[in-house]
């Protein structure tokens, strides 16, 4: 059992599946399964993924001041995820929202962060909790920015998610990307070549793996260790019902197993069973695999 740090957006999310992006004009639409609302957002469901596989995990985030704890706890209990809401704190205005349409694998997202981005965090908090951690897992949002400088002081790799890497978007997040020993990126906006993406992130903020999730194509893994660039396909488990939170899944299960064994390269290949197993469950905090569950698959796919 490792323990983690987890910091980042949880938000209320509703996820519609439609029948093409864009939507086509209907006044009305009244059809059993269409609309699946719950609790979500990336460092959310990243820390349900981390304790569900067995980690001990303090997740740091903040919900609107009229948000009770309770109604997260029920969430989390109707997922049988035992996991602590001590550090969610309590301090928007208002709540972190968003609105998730999906077809076929596409999607479309609306996210309202609220106030989310002009409120501070307890720093106290985050320094007091750090210090016994074996990882720290950030979103890159502003109340998480104070975390890079404590993981510095305090010498804990710090692993980062990065939904978005189009130029305009990562102007504010150079800190994040130099700070990060492994970073996850997402090829859903992606202007450039997978591989040359890769690359420059290498070059340019020289972290130690970096993991580029490619869609159907499975994900890119580089090592710093060996220097080494290597894709992996996916694989089946699951018959696909909602991609929506694959990466969130497939780089939290990657986390838990490289801070087991150092092994890359193995625990790429169990967080690829970890989301395959995911996309087959609509909400992007459903559909978890425990380490029983991906050792059975292993050994029907690998052994």
């Not at 864009?22 to 059809?31: A, H, R």
């Not at 490619?214 to 260790?225: F, M």
């Not at 939290?252 to 490289?258: A, E, P």
Request: hydrophobic share 40%; net charge negative.
């Amino acid at each position: 059992m490792s323990k983690f740090m987890v910091a980042g957006f949880v938000q209320m999310e509703t996820i519609v599946k439609v029948e093409a992006l864009p939507v086509p004009y209907k006044q009305f639409e009244s059809i059993p399964d269409l609309v699946n609302t719950g609790m979500g957002g990336a460092g959310f469901n990243e820390a349900m993924a981390l304790r569900w596989l067995g980690n001990e995990v303090d997740f740091m985030s903040m919900v609107a001041r009229s948000m009770s704890k309770s109604q997260i706890d029920a969430f989390l209990k109707t997922n049988d995820v035992n996991m602590s809401t001590d550090y969610v704190l309590p301090m928007l205005d208002g709540m972190p929202t968003s609105v998730v349409l999906y077809c076929k694998g596409k999607k479309q997202t609306f996210e309202d962060v609220k106030d989310s981005r002009h409120v501070d965090y307890d720093f106290d908090l985050l320094e007091r909790q750090i210090q016994d951690k074996d990882m720290v897992l950030i979103s890159n949002c502003n109340f998480c920015r104070p975390i890079i400088g404590l993981a510095e002081k305090y010498h804990k790799p710090l692993a980062l998610n990065v939904r978005s890497m189009r130029a305009e978007k990562i102007a504010n997040k150079e800190d994040f990307l130099s700070a990060a020993d492994i970073l996850y990126i997402s090829d859903d906006d992606l202007e450039c070549d997978h591989y040359d993406c890769v690359q420059e992130c290498k070059e340019k903020y020289d972290p130690e793996i970096i993991i580029m999730g490619i869609g159907d194509r499975g994900v890119i893994l580089y090592t710093k260790e060996d220097n080494s660039f290597l894709e992996y396909k996916p694989v089946k488990t699951n018959e696909i019902v909602n991609t929506v939170g694959a990466g969130n899944a497939l780089f939290s299960s990657f986390l838990h197993y490289y801070t087991k064994t150092k092994d890359a390269k193995d625990a790429i290949k169990n967080a690829l069973l970890f989301a395959s197993y995911k996309i087959g469950f609509v909400g992007t905090s459903n559909g978890f695999m425990t380490e029983e569950q991906i050792e059975q698959w292993k050994k029907l796919i690998w052994m």
